[in-house]
């Protein structure tokens, strides 16, 4: 099996919870080039969120955003997947309201509808929430997202009330769960895996030739139907027990490990 197409994840996998790309990443990234070996991300974050990992990376191929909903060519989105939001809107407004963290992401940037802690915190960082969604001057019916999230940061248990409220439309939204933290929603049928064939389709690549590498269970699809599928150290067991390979090093580590097992030195899998 000849790999021609790397597709990672970002958080947790790229990268730890310092946001830090390291130097030996960006080395194997420019030897898989060298290599004729495409490297490219998919991510749970909008376009805005990866710019700078992206950069960093001197990643130029198409890339996958919001979990699959959205698949771009540097700046220009070429596919996109989008949900209306009006039949939960009352869900959202009552999160919002109990103090809950809600994000609302069209194809290009995501917004909070208030500034919480997790929101401040992240505004630090310079490139996050610089603009509030208005609730009221939302047009629900018409206006298409790509990824709402809940997040109750402080582990109130806050969150439970909304997985629960959300169950009723588990057949309209495809709906991730992390943990006792957050949940997430996108377009119904709509995942990485959908996103890596979407990608692999416009870089004329099958998605045998495709190595995923992941850490959660938003990287469950792609990894299972990608032609090598890896879990690098850190990721949670469900992942892990998919996985055709775990690494046994986490983050970056873990996916240089594997781009050297699998991808450089012969290109080949028996």
């Known amino acids: 099996m000849v790999v021609k197409l790397i597709v990672c994840d970002v958080d947790g996998?790229?990268?730890?919870?310092?946001?830090?790309?390291?130097?030996?990443?960006?080395?194997?990234?420019?030897q898989c080039r060298k290599e004729h070996i495409y490297?490219?991300?998919?991510?749970?974050?909008?376009?805005?969120?990866?710019?700078?990992?992206?950069?960093?990376?001197?990643?130029?191929?198409?890339?996958?955003?919001?979990?699959?909903?959205?698949v771009f060519v540097d700046d220009t989105c070429v596919l996109m997947k989008g949900f209306c939001a009006d039949p939960i809107r009352d869900i959202i407004s009552d999160a919002n309201r109990v103090g809950l963290t809600v994000t609302c992401s069209d194809a290009y940037q995501e917004r909070a509808?208030?500034?919480?802690?997790?929101?401040?915190?992240?505004?630090?960082?310079?490139?996050?929430?610089?603009?509030l969604l208005d609730f009221h001057a939302v047009d629900w019916k018409e206006q298409k997202f790509v990824k709402i999230m809940f997040m109750d940061e402080h582990r109130t248990g806050k969150i439970e009330r909304i997985r629960k409220a959300l169950k009723p439309y588990s057949s309209q939204y495809w709906i991730t769960t992390y943990s006792d933290v957050a949940v997430e929603l996108g377009p119904v049928q709509c995942n990485k895996a959908t996103g890596v064939r979407e990608l692999a389709g416009l870089m004329g690549i099958g998605m045998?030739?495709?190595?995923?590498?992941?850490?959660?269970?938003?990287?469950?699809?792609?990894?299972r139907e990608a032609g090598i599928g890896v879990a690098v150290a850190n990721a949670n067991e469900i992942?892990?027990?998919?996985?055709?390979?775990?690494?046994?090093?986490?983050?970056?580590?873990?996916?240089?490990?594997?781009?050297?097992?699998?991808?450089?030195?012969?290109?080949?899998?028996?």
């Open 13 to 30: 996998t790229l990268i730890d919870h310092s946001e830090t790309v390291i130097p030996e990443l960006i080395q194997i990234v420019d």
């Open 239 to 270: 992942l892990k027990s998919s996985a055709d390979y775990v690494a046994a090093s986490a983050c970056a580590c873990g996916v240089i490990e594997a781009v050297k097992k699998f991808c450089l030195s012969g290109n080949g899998v028996p």
């Open 208 to 223: 045998e030739e495709v190595m995923a590498c992941g850490d959660f269970t938003n990287d469950l699809e792609m990894i």
């Open 39 to 70: 490297f490219s991300l998919a991510s749970g974050r909008t376009k805005e969120l990866i710019e700078d990992i992206r950069l960093k990376l001197h990643v130029t191929e198409p890339y996958i955003a919001a979990n699959g909903a959205c």
């Open 113 to 131: 509808l208030s500034v919480t802690d997790y929101v401040a915190e992240h505004r630090k960082l310079g490139n996050r929430f610089k603009q």
